[in-house]
């Protein structure tokens, strides 16, 4: 049994879209319907996720900014060279 983080899943979308731009706007060749360790998922607290979304509603729905920012830099960047969080 693998322990790659990669093994059996589906690459994340906004990492495969990251790793295009990063080759001039092309899919690299390694890129295909299972996840790469550089496209795997990333481990993410689901309540971290919830939290950060009902935030980034509700300043859509009520213009109240609630800590949108904070929560969302929380959370890895799945575009981001190096995904951990901001915090």
């Not at 693998?2 to 906004?14: H, N, R």
């Not at 001039?24 to 060749?29: E, F, I, L, S, V």
């Amino acid at each position: 049994m693998s322990t790659d983080k990669s093994s059996g899943q589906q690459p994340e979308a906004l990492a495969t879209f990251a790793e295009a731009a990063r080759a001039d706007g092309q899919k690299p060749d390694d890129i295909g319907l299972t996840a790469t360790p550089d496209t795997a998922p990333i481990p993410t607290d689901s309540r971290a996720k919830d939290e950060a979304a009902t935030k980034v509603l509700r300043r859509g729905a009520t213009g109240e900014d609630e800590g949108v920012e904070e929560a969302v830099d929380a959370l890895p960047d799945r575009t981001s060279e190096d995904p951990k969080p901001r915090t």
